[in-house]
């Protein structure tokens, strides 16, 4: 696992397309999309120095919760993308809800929001495999998430898991 915290979504796409070509109905692949809950409103009212130290932790957690499984970059704004190849859905849906609860148990110094994620899951096979539909299948089920109340996890529509 390597988390390049500023990696551009080019190099992303290109682990994408490598994963791709290799998965299949034995050889997954899925994405998380991790969104930091109200991240704006930390960067303004703590302040960006507070909300670059938020997204490090928040990173750092992802990090080591993914050692050895998939490639994590950062997204966008308070976003990060974890790229998990040979991670079928039931296993993206458990570490997501694994790196959620994680999460919610960080405290940033002078930041008194508490740090939160909603978690949006896509995989494939099980949903159309390219890069631009894997990603926004995770992204509209990380938006479903956060309408849902934040701080949770959300598969990919018309996708599910087998528990």
Not at 74 to 96: C, F, I, K, S, T
């Amino acid at each position: 696992m390597t988390c390049s915290y500023r990696s551009p979504k080019s190099e992303f796409k290109n682990d994408f397309d490598a994963c791709a070509k290799l998965a299949g109905p034995n050889a997954p692949l899925s994405l998380l999309i991790i969104d930091v809950d109200r991240y704006q409103y930390v960067n303004m009212e703590c302040g960006h120095v507070v909300g670059d130290a938020v997204l490090v932790e928040v990173a750092s957690t992802i990090k080591a919760a993914c050692r050895g499984k998939g490639r994590c970059s950062r997204w966008a704004g308070g976003a990060l993308a974890v790229l998990l190849p040979n991670v079928d859905m039931n296993e993206a849906v458990a570490l997501a809800e694994q790196l959620r609860q994680k999460i919610s148990q960080l405290r940033v110094e002078n930041c008194t929001e508490p740090v939160t994620v909603s978690i949006g899951v896509a995989s494939c096979p099980g949903t159309n495999d390219t890069f631009d539909h894997l990603v926004r299948d995770a992204e509209e089920a990380m938006y479903a998430a956060k309408a849902e109340g934040r701080n949770r996890v959300s598969i990919a529509a018309g996708q599910q898991t087998l528990r």
